[in-house]
T-cell receptor
Framework: DAGVIQSPRHEVTEMGQEVTLRCKPISGHDYLFWYRQTMMRGLELLIYFNNNVPIDDSGMPEDRFSAKMPNASFSTLKIQPSEPRDSAVYFC???????????FGPGTRLTVL | AQTVTQSQPEMSVQEAETVTLSCTYDTSESDYYLFWYKQPPSRQMILVIRQEAYKQQNATENRFSVNFQKAAKSFSLKISDSQLGDAAMYFCAQASYQLIWGAGTKLIIKP
């Protein structure tokens, strides 16, 4: 199995630009999670989907963040416009069942200048 | 509210020795799962071990084992014969309908 795939691995952009992060979950998994990790705040759950439907987006920091899951094999996290405080590592994870083991992608390191 | 607490921000151990990382949690659920994840400098989050709350037997995975005390809501991780490759951040997590994460413990292995 290929595992959870994220792209890009690194993204450097300037403040005000739009950023799109991509995730392909493990085939057959019905839950998908987006996390953000920073030194100051640790690991934060941003949003999660069940069967492509957003279930809880209470962790999304503000309206500049949006996430979609158009099908079972693809999800995006978009930040528009980006700000320096959005700099972090963004992880995507998937699981079979909401309380089961989550398998993480390698993460995207985002730097907003 | 569900919480997970890792009281040791950093631990160090001599190579080949044993170390125990602490984790306590708070939940009103009776059925849940507990996890330890490892995050090495590569930042990849790797599952170390998993425990189902309904199982009394402690989970083990090679050199990694847990001490699960359900009544005390404690879930510690023991690493035996520590190796340099074990150096990482270790996160404890508890799941009922979603995963609640601890703040992590940084484990340093001294050669």
């Amino acid at each position: 199995d290929a595992g959870v795939i994220q792209s890009p691995r690194h993204e450097v952009t300037e403040m005000g630009q739009e950023v799109t992060l991509r995730c392909k979950p493990i085939s057959g998994h019905d839950y998908l999670f987006w996390y953000r990790q920073t030194m100051m705040r640790g690991l934060e759950l941003l949003i999660y989907f069940n069967n492509n439907v957003p279930i809880d987006d209470s962790g999304m920091p503000e309206d500049r963040f949006s996430a979609k899951m158009p099908n079972a094999s693809f999800s995006t996290l978009k930040i528009q416009p980006s700000e320096p405080r959005d700099s972090a590592v963004y992880f995507c994870a998937s699981s079979l069942g909401g309380e089961n083991t989550q398998y993480f992608g390698p993460g995207t390191r985002l730097t907003v200048l | 509210a569900q919480t997970v607490t890792q009281s040791q921000p950093e631990m160090s151990v001599q190579e080949a020795e044993t170390v125990t990382l602490s984790c306590t949690y708070d939940t009103s659920e009776s059925d849940y799962y507990l996890f330890w994840y490892k995050q090495p400098p590569s930042r990849q989050m790797i599952l170390v071990i998993r425990q189902e709350a309904y199982k009394q037997q402690n989970a083990t995975e090679n050199r990694f084992s847990v001490n699960f005390q359900k009544a005390a809501k404690s879930f510690s991780l023991k690493i035996s014969d520590s190796q340099l490759g074990d150096a990482a951040m270790y996160f404890c997590a508890q799941a009922s309908y979603q995963l609640i994460w601890g703040a992590g413990t940084k484990l340093i292995i001294k050669p």
